[in-house]
């Protein structure tokens, strides 16, 4: 060591051009990249922002499921051995899957395929709203009947307008945990994206086919093409970047008397008028007049007949 030459730190030895260069160099990508929205913390924070953003769900004026309508599907959860809590149909992204649609429109958006997942939040926003979309040329407005095919989309914008859609399950082309058949957003449209909706009770099944579908009630939604109904596993918690959520999958649960399991039970949720609120307050006052009406009754004759 006492044979060591020590230099000067302003003294340039070995490849000082080649660090300096490298390092300018690497400086410029940083600045581009922060004045272009491309680092990673920047994708991270417009992500929450966007797919977090309040949305508002459509207003139903007779209590039935329409084409073009922005709803949530809620699965109301179980009370069994799995103890499984509500949960509703969300997107699981991260800051890999924001593209831009093109240079001269620099707008985020997402892009598939994506996975989607049992969200415990029941807050209406970009992530857990999906439009109904027909698929025989029905138009915006039609109400939906049972066995009738229709599409989910997420919205418009950010969500980038991709299709819920599933298909057989393969030894590479499965679920995650489950294992069971995978349920995927994808961008083409195509018979993968056909579902419908069963009615509930399979004693009235057959009688109700063809008749519209009522909002805000347990119904069963069913994969066209592999005749899958979709499911909340309760037993199988994915991590995403929004915390701990349920795999979804497409698969039929049965019970011992070959009815659906309330892993296949959902709501489609939207947001009543407000003559609606009016009108069940209403019921609410009066049933609550007639209880306390039939309370002094009884207290009435009670003394008469002391």
């Known amino acids: 060591m006492a044979h060591v030459r020590t230099y000067n730190p302003r003294v340039r030895v070995g490849n000082w051009k080649e660090d300096v260069t490298l390092e300018e160099e690497t400086l410029k990508n940083f600045i581009l990249q922060k004045d272009r929205g491309e680092l990673t913390v920047q994708k991270e924070g417009d992500l929450r922002q966007n797919i977090l953003k309040p949305l508002s ?8 499921l329409h084409f073009g309508d922005t709803v949530m599907l809620v699965n109301p959860g179980s009370e069994d051995h799995e103890r499984r809590g509500s949960c509703v149909l969300s997107i699981i992204a991260d800051s890999r899957n924001i593209t831009t649609q093109s240079d001269t429109n620099p707008v985020p958006r997402l892009f598939g395929p994506l996975q989607v997942g049992g969200a415990h939040s029941m807050t209406p926003c970009v992530r857990n709203s999906f439009i109904i979309t027909s698929v025989d040329g029905t138009s915006d407005g039609e109400v939906l009947r049972y066995d009738q095919s229709f599409a989910l989309r997420t919205t418009a914008g950010f969500a980038g307008e ?10 590479l082309k499965c679920a995650k945990k489950s294992r069971l058949q995978e349920l995927s957003l994808a961008e083409a449209f195509d018979f993968l994206c056909w579902w419908k909706v069963i009615y509930f009770d399979p004693q009235e099944r057959l009688e109700n086919e063809g008749y519209p579908v009522q909002v805000n009630s347990k119904v069963l939604i069913s994969h066209c093409k592999t005749n899958q109904c979709l499911a909340a596993l309760g037993s199988h918690v994915l991590w995403t970047p929004f915390g701990k959520e349920y795999e979804l999958s497409a698969h039929t649960f049965l019970d011992s008397h070959k009815a659906e399991r309330d892993n296949n039970h959902w709501l489609f949720f939207v947001a009543y008028s407000a003559n609606q609120n009016q009108s069940e307050m209403q019921l609410q006052q009066d049933s609550d007049i007639t209880d306390e009406q039939r309370d002094n009754q009884e207290d009435t004759q009670v003394k008469e007949c002391s």
């Open 162 to 171: 991709l299709f819920l859609a599933s298909d057989h399950k393969t030894f």
């Open 57 to 64: 769900l459509s207003v139903s004026q007779d209590g039935f």
